[in-house]
């Protein structure tokens, strides 16, 4: 027996691995096909986006164009090696660790995007924007403000680390939350 089932329409995005970047980095398909991000765990850290005809353009981090030096338009023959590209300049970004946190965390400076991201391995924690007078915002990963018993006033902490130590303890509570723990004073 046949029938004329009409066939699940596809999702808007969708993630694969593609080899050639490693398993660590996911490519975020998107069903129109002009651009795919590229995600290091909770955070899209570039993309490569279609341009003229069948070429591709790789953006990085908060925008930031990552031209093909060999190509006189500066555009990539395909999208994975627009993506290579994004990889690349993702790997090459610096980063601090602060003793504040330990090893296992690591800062990300974002001049472009003005701030500072706090991230535990492959997790992005939550970033700071500075303010005037030295004093900081603190956000989570998802632009929420973070609010403690630290803030000078209403989410405004004295300095960088008092902001991140705060991005901290709201991923620390969000964690706790999730996984039904105990509430701990840290």
Known sequence: MTTDA?????????????PELSDAFQVEMRRDDSS???WWGNQEVGSAERCVGQRW???????????????????FPDPDAALIRVRDDWRARPVRVSGVFGDDYWI????????????????????????????????????????????????VYADQDRGLMAVQHAWRTHLRRILRLPRAHD
């Open 6 to 18: 009409t066939p699940p329409p596809m999702p808007e995005r969708w993630q694969i691995t593609v």
């Open 108 to 155: 990300e400076d974002r001049p472009l995007a003005g701030v500072a991201s706090l991230w535990l391995g492959r997790i992005h924690l939550g970033y700071i924007r500075p303010k005037m007078n030295g004093m900081y915002t603190a956000f989570t990963t998802d632009d929420r403000p973070i609010h403690t018993q630290d803030t000078v006033n209403d989410n």
């Open 57 to 75: 353009a790789g953006i990085g981090r908060d925008g930031k164009s990552l031209p093909n030096e060999q190509a006189d338009d500066g555009l």
């Open 36 to 38: 795919r991000g590229l």
